[in-house]
T-cell receptor, first 115, second 113 residues
Framework: AQSVSQHNHHVILSEAASLELGCNYS??????LFWYVQYPGQHLQLLLKYFSGDPLVKGIKGFEAEFIKSKFSFNLRKPSVQWSDTAEYFCAVNGRGSTLGRLYFGRGTQLTVWP | DVKVTQSSRYLVKRTGEKVFLECVQD?????MFWYRQDPGLGLRLIYFSYDVKMKEKGDIPEGYSVSREKKERFSLILESASTNQTSMYLC????????????FGQGTRLTVV
């Protein structure tokens, strides 16, 4: 069965600290991978995505993620977080070439950054 | 700029009422989705549609139905609202072939009293 697991439910950091949010997936086939972010009171928006090619992908606001196929992982990283990164982060996966485009989401990680 | 618009930001309904949540997208996307978002549970798929008049059950369809009469509009219907349906409801759309990113609306916070 398809599933996405996010390791941390709540992460608390101070500004300038480095961030890594874990994401592992289970999916029978070739996948597309996504990280979405939801800032307080705002809608979900795409942070970055991996379809193919270089497994290290860069997104908006200095975020990056690395796809490690052998580990079924797609961890999100940022070298130095800011207070404005406080948000909920969701990892998601769908099947490449799927005509239905259904996304499977993890349960989310709430990131709180203290100034 | 892509846009998914949900008809209401906040709704308060009484137990037993029939509730309609509306979603419109302006990107000519084939796929549309309804998710429910609850703290600690992430996003759970209720129903999705890949074409007009087509629908598929997601993971938690019980107590819900959907309607897609036009490509741009996807409605979620709570046949008889119950307090355990108090939640944030998110609509999304994506294009075919699948695998591309989904675009989300701002959400409808539904409270059933």
């Amino acid at each position: 069965a398809q599933s996405v697991s996010q390791h941390n439910h709540h992460v608390i950091l101070s500004e300038a600290a480095s961030l890594e949010l874990g994401c592992n997936y289970s999916y029978g086939g070739t996948v597309n991978l996504f990280w979405y972010v939801q800032y307080p009171g705002q809608h979900l928006q795409l942070l970055l995505k991996y379809f193919s090619g270089d497994p290290l992908v860069k997104g908006i606001k200095g975020f990056e993620a690395e796809f490690i196929k052998s580990k079924f992982s797609f961890n999100l990283r940022k070298p130095s977080v800011q207070w404005s990164d406080t948000a909920e982060y969701f990892c998601a996966v769908n099947g490449r070439g799927s005509t239905l485009g259904r996304l499977y989401f993890g349960r989310g990680t709430q990131l709180t950054v203290w100034p | 700029d892509v846009k998914v618009t949900q008809s209401s930001r906040y709704l308060v309904k009484r137990t037993g009422e029939k509730v309609f949540l509306e979603c419109v997208q302006d990107m000519d996307h084939e796929n549309m989705f309804w998710y429910r978002q609850d703290p600690g549970l992430g996003l759970r798929l209720i129903y999705f549609s890949y074409d007009v008049k087509m629908k598929e059950k997601g993971d938690i369809p019980e107590g819900y139905s959907v309607s897609r009469e036009k490509k741009e509009r996807f409605s979620l219907i709570l046949e008889s609202a119950s307090t355990n349906q108090t939640s944030m409801y998110l609509c999304a759309s994506s294009s075919n072939p699948g695998g591309l990113e989904a675009f989300f609306g701002q959400g409808t916070r539904l409270t059933v009293v």
